[in-house]
């Protein structure tokens, strides 16, 4: 698998202007869909990759939307704990992730594979959709719910503010920094938009299944409270993260609503770790693969397959994240 075995550099030349590129089926602006059945994409920002080192962007909406993040930011920022490497209060993470989970209701915890009890997963199964989010963004989290209703795995490349890696290939390949955006290597086609990334994500992957009800509207609604709640964790490049990417491949077992899994995810963004990202909602045929591969059936289930570490315990998993890629010595 190509991803992590290199460095983000190399994933990045090759995601914007490798041979792949060239050779994906990008289409003209005017003739661009998702799926057989065509629906349209938003008709804000769409790709057309012209040669290995040209694409370009049609946008009718040129400048980054101001977001109501960017308000929120120095607020939650005052509100929360401040530097993530340090010793945390238990019982405070675990509450105020827990209700960010209620407030969420079922999205983003059961999956699709549920109600189809014969689609074995293959451990060897190529992984075609590269995400671009970041934790605490209410538009990615969204379609992290729709991936793990939709039980795929996903490359994630976190963008938090300040980003040092990520937010470049997003605005080499799409133009401009904007979250989430979506690569499918399979089918060729980059978005942006989280509405558009689902209904897309639903066509080609979703068996003539819809977005489970409300998941889509859900984020005007309660799409934030994670966020709020959450003090904006996820939102922010932790000024003392490693500069260089991890030598290899990081993977983690989980799905969007479990609350300790989130607190790994905001770990794995604020220190701008690019992971695959393996969903394991519930009736997921995937756990039988976690199980197979590392014993496991605890979730959140962590490898850095680079040390061999390993862990299904959310603390472990921080403290190590932690002492691995930061430049101070803790
Ligand atoms: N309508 C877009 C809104 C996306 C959006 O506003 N994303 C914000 C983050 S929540 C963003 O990209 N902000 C720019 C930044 O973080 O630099 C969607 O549904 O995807």
Known sequence: MAFCSNSVVHYSSCCITSNTATRSSFVPVSSFKCGSNGIRVSSKFRIVAKSNSDAQVTQEQSTTPSSVLSFLCPLLKLLSGGDPSRPRNATLELATSSI??????AWGTKSIAESSPNNEIPSNLPINLQLFEFEACPFCRR????LTELDLSVEVYPCPKGSVR???VVRRTGGKEQFPFLIDKKSGISIYESGDIVECLFEQYG???SPSFGLLESTVFTGWMPTILRAGRGMTLWEHSTPDPPPGKLEL???ENNPNARIVREALCEL?????LQNVGEGSHRMKLLLD???SKEVPYFIDHSTGFQSGDYKVILSYL???YSTVIL
């Open 207 to 209: 068996e003539g299944r």
């Open 253 to 255: 077992f989980s799905y």
């Open 322 to 324: 932690f002492d691995t």
């Open 143 to 146: 379609v992290r719910e729709a």
């Open 293 to 295: 591969a590392y014993g």
């Open 166 to 168: 990520h937010r470049e």
């Open 100 to 105: 960010a989970s209620m407030s969420r209701f």
């Open 272 to 276: 701008e770790l690019p992971y695959i």
